[in-house]
């Protein structure tokens, strides 16, 4: 297993870096967030830079179990947009088949 991370056969872990600020407020929307969705999003976030692979974050360590790529993909948003990509965005969903 050594030798293959060496030869770089394995992907390197993701690692997170975060201040004491942003790791602050990511507790204090974790636990007093309005939707869930942002409570279960700043959860994973912190579990991910505390060190744990998004995968597992994904499939055990969130309240209800999830496929990981949307786990990856809210990191990512993360990196590119900092915490304003917690949210659910706008525009998802079928389109309604009658307006108002």
């Given at each position: 297993?050594?030798?293959?991370?060496?030869?770089?056969?394995?992907?390197?872990?993701?690692?997170?870096?975060?201040?004491?600020?942003?790791?602050?407020?990511?507790?204090?929307?974790?636990?007093?967030?309005?939707?869930?969705?942002?409570?279960?999003?700043?959860?994973?976030f912190l579990r991910s830079a505390s060190g744990v692979p998004?995968?597992?974050?994904?499939?055990?360590?969130?309240?209800?179990?999830?496929?990981?790529?949307?786990?990856?993909?809210?990191?990512?948003?993360?990196?590119?947009?900092?915490?304003?990509?917690?949210?659910?965005?706008?525009?998802?969903?079928?389109?309604?088949?009658?307006?108002?």
């Amino acid at each position: 297993m050594a030798r293959l991370a060496q030869e770089g056969a394995l992907p390197a872990r993701r690692t997170l870096h975060v201040s004491v600020a942003e790791r602050e407020a990511r507790d204090d929307l974790r636990d007093h967030a309005p939707t869930p969705s942002v409570r279960a999003r700043a959860a994973a976030f912190l579990r991910s830079a505390s060190g744990v692979p998004p995968a597992v974050t994904a499939r055990a360590r969130m309240l209800r179990p999830r496929h990981p790529e949307p786990v990856a993909r809210w990191l990512n948003r993360r990196d590119a947009k900092g915490s304003a990509s917690l949210p659910i965005r706008d525009g998802g969903g079928r389109t309604p088949a009658c307006s108002p």
